[in-house]
């Protein structure tokens, strides 16, 4: 759900109607000092913040960050520092601190489940931010975009408020090099002798990653949602050589297609992601064994959704026209993974809006750490300024069609960086191929909710209990 899409409103919602109800964990720090910026509508941050165990911190941020009245039109907003593997206390307690607010508050005035989900590949954050959504009572993480075997073990030490090391990934490093280690200590936050220790699920688009991660991974696995290829955001890419279709998207075959018997046979639950937009899949879903399933684009454009409200409307409107396009695209995010994105008027997703957007990097959350010549780690991304990134390493054919994700999802929600000249950065959208199932829950309405949804998800399974009762 990208950044901000699925916010604390949107997962208080789900969680009320007595669902796991998910929050992001991308770029939550960023998130939470713009929206401090922009002068906390409603007061939202500075309440819950008012019950964070370290005070002196919270001061800190506010003091730094926090504008009465919002920032002035056409003010940049202050940055945090990008983070690096020589993240000290100020960046982690931001992290901290963020996704603490963010649970705490999609956590309030009911007992229901919440949930955050975070990337594998955003390294750097994330031993900081799963300590802070446990501050605040989170009771699942879900983590996708890459392998992340040792995530367990971390959960299992910060519940016991334990240090936690994790290897940073670097792209030329060796057995001889010396690789450092992101290191975190939530002893200081110590509020009594432990922390519920949340279930985890990874996010996986393979039997055998599922398999290989029940062995060995560094604690227990509770179970793991199922993502296809038609799943909005990041998709794994294809197995084997890439294959591409007209329009430059990449094709999946057979040996991308999870085996259920084995996924069946792991003794652990799973829920079924991608393309579940109709009450006939998820019944489907579950009468072929899964738990229950995970829903993202019927949910990313409802009423509580944090994308932008003009925005959003926008895409509803398109989906009403019957003229929404959902496009594969293999170039767009530096990760290197296939990104989804919805073709719509004034996003970066037209090619002259992309072509006029000035490259930089200043967010830095999808960078690579990189050995340089003299031994020292530098940090790139195939979406900065070319002529840098093939100044550190790069490949100039890396650079070709890539964007900056991070500030153009961070303008998704209505955080987009005012840069000089009056421009503001251009948002992306991002969905999965669904889209079009956006029309069975509207219908002749004008807009729709996270309840509505729900129920119309859920009706097929109500018909079956009304069966069985009759």
């Keep these: 759900m990208g950044v901000g899409v699925s916010s604390w409103r949107l997962a208080r919602a789900v969680a009320r109607q007595g669902h796991l109800g998910v929050v ?12 401090l910026q922009d002068g906390d509508d409603g007061g939202h941050i500075r309440r ?39 993240d000290g206390m100020s960046s982690q307690d931001l992290c901290v601190v963020a996704a603490f607010v963010e649970v705490a508050l999609a956590r309030e005035d009911h007992d229901g489940l919440v949930g955050i ?24 993480v879900l983590m996708g975009a890459g392998i992340p075997r040792e995530i367990p073990g971390v959960l299992d030490a910060l519940a016991e408020y334990r240090p936690v090391e994790t290897a940073v990934e670097i792209v030329g490093a060796s057995g001889a090099r010396a690789t450092p280690v992101l290191r975190f200590d939530p002893g200081r936050f110590r509020v009594n002798d432990g922390l519920p220790r949340p279930a985890f699920l990874p996010i996986i688009a393979s039997h055998v990653l599922a398999t290989m991660l029940l062995r060995k991974s560094t604690g227990s696995v509770q179970g793991f949602v199922v993502e296809g290829p038609t799943a909005g955001g990041h998709n794994a890419p294809p197995r084997g050589t890439p294959v591409f279709d007209s329009e430059g998207q990449p094709v999946y075959g057979e040996r991308d297609r999870v085996d259920f018997d084995v996924m069946r046979g792991l003794g ?13 899949r998820v019944s489907e879903a579950i009468n072929d064994g899964a738990a229950g399933v995970q829903v993202g684009t019927l949910f990313a454009f409802c009423r509580e959704s944090g994308i932008e409200p003009g925005l959003r409307r926008q895409v509803l409107d398109l989906v009403r026209q019957g003229s929404e396009h959902v496009r594969t695209d293999a170039r767009v995010s530096s990760t290197g993974y296939p990104f989804k994105v919805v073709s719509v008027p004034g996003t970066v997703s037209e090619p002259a809006v992309h072509e006029a957007r000035q490259r930089l990097c200043d967010l830095g959350y999808l960078r690579e750490a990189y050995v340089k010549p003299d031994g020292s780690i530098g940090y790139r991304c195939a979406g900065e300024p070319v002529d840098l990134y093939v100044g550190k390493g790069g490949r100039v054919e890396d650079t070709v069609g890539r964007t900056c994700l991070c500030n153009s999802l961070a303008a998704t929600i209505g955080l987009g960086q005012a840069r000089k000249g009056g421009m503001t950065e251009p948002a992306l959208v991002t969905s999965g191929d669904a889209l079009g199932s956006v029309r069975e829950v509207l219908k002749d309405a004008d807009d729709y909710s996270a309840t509505d949804v729900i129920a119309y998800l859920m009706s097929h399974q109500a018909s079956d209990r009304q069966a069985a009762t009759a």
């Design 117 to 140: 989900n975070l990337l594998t590949k955003i390294q750097f954050p994330t031993a900081p931010t799963l300590f802070g959504a446990m501050l605040a009572g989170v009771q699942c």
């Design 24 to 35: 992001s964990g991308t770029a939550l720090d960023t998130v939470m000092v713009r929206r």
């Design 48 to 86: 819950v913040m008012s019950s964070f165990p370290l005070p002196e911190v919270v001061e800190r941020i506010l003091e730094r960050y926090f504008i009465p009245g919002g920032r002035p039109p056409g003010r940049s907003y202050r940055r945090i520092p990008m983070h690096t593997h020589r």
């Design 268 to 280: 652990v639950p799973y829920w079924i992601a991608g393309g579940v937009c109709s009450p006939a």
